[in-house]
């Protein structure tokens, strides 16, 4: 036993000299921010006022045949609680590989969920029928890889589900002339047993001096009869100089079920940064939630945050 616990402790010794040996770093960064929120109506539960912050504690670490590794962890200081982290392999022109838990690492459909222009929040933020006609990926613990070639790039990711499914989306994106950027992304998502959600989403930004407009469309696909939704949304932005922006859009989610109708999300954005410190507003309304006809919801903040 004595031999053993040796052993184990000279073992434990050599792991750690190696990997002291490694040439990284490791740094912190945060944001704090101060928010007013109203909801419909003027509605809100209790103070208006709210506070919250966040962490970020990055590495990354050169290997010997010029790869990098690097590695980041989130964490919010409302909970005390672990937000999202990411582990990327930077092999060069061989591609990025990335392992995630609560975030896409820049791979697959989740990156794509909305790319249209905004100065601050998208349009269906924080309201009721938001999660409607967005396209997904489960980020728990998933494999991702991307890469680039002829201008074009790929991205992929692949999550296993605990009840022996799994999913894998396919994205990818390109430039074809100066200002415009087109991308498209399809997924397949084990729903249960003898059920899938198929999902795509395309679309394109096009930028003019200091204008950029966008329009995406996607859609849902699940195996349950009248339960598809389709979505379109167009935004435009506009950079009044260095640090002011403005922002509208507007989406509307289709239901493939008759006795439900068009969701239809608007809302305004401006933001306007000095150095490390930004301050945004936005106004979302939505009409006929979740399909109900006469049911509406607004949502409307202001934030104050301090990058660090």
């Known amino acids: 036993m004595t031999n053993l616990k040796k052993l184990g402790l000279t073992a434990l010794a050599g792991s750690l000299v190696a990997t002291s040996a490694f040439a990284g770093s490791l740094g912190v960064s945060g944001i704090a921010k101060v928010s007013y929120a109203s909801g419909n109506n003027g509605a809100v539960n209790g103070n208006p006022l709210s506070m919250d912050s966040a962490y970020t504690f990055s590495g990354s670490g050169e290997l010997d045949n010029g790869m990098t590794v690097s590695v980041n962890h989130v964490m919010t200081a409302s909970s005390a609680s672990f937000s999202s982290s990411g582990i990327i392999l930077d092999m060069g022109d061989a591609g990025t590989l990335s392992f995630s838990n609560g975030q896409t690492g820049g791979h697959g ?19 009721d ?82 204008i950029t407009a966008g329009i995406q469309r996607s859609s849902i696909d699940v195996t349950t009869v009248n339960s598809d939704t389709d ?14 922006s403005l922002s509208v859009g507007r989406s509307v989610v289709e239901f493939e079920s008759s006795a439900l109708t068009d969701q239809e999300d608007t809302g305004f954005s401006v933001s306007y940064t000095m150095g490390s410190i930004s301050i945004t507003a936005a106004a979302n309304s939505s009409d006929n939630v979740s399909g109900a006809s006469g049911t509406d919801d607004e949502h409307k903040e202001m934030n104050i945050a301090f990058a660090f």
Request: glycine letters at 10%; charged letters at 15%; aromatic letters at 10%.
């Open 109 to 127: 459909i989740h990156a794509y969920q909305d790319k249209m222009p905004t100065a601050a929040e998208q349009v269906w933020d924080d309201l």
């Open 129 to 210: 029928g938001e999660a409607n006609g967005l396209v997904s990926m489960n980020e728990t613990n998933t494999i991702g890889y991307g890469t680039s070639f002829s201008g074009v790039n790929v991205s992929a990711n692949y999550n296993k589900q605990e009840s022996g499914g799994s999913a894998y989306s396919i994205a990818a994106d390109m430039s074809p002339m100066d200002g415009l950027m087109v991308f498209a992304a399809v997924a397949d998502k084990y729903a249960g047993p003898n059920s899938t959600t198929d999902e795509y989403t395309v679309g394109g930004t096009y930028t003019s001096g200091p």
């Open 231 to 244: 979505k379109t949304h167009i935004a435009a932005s506009f950079a009044v100089n260095e640090d002011l």
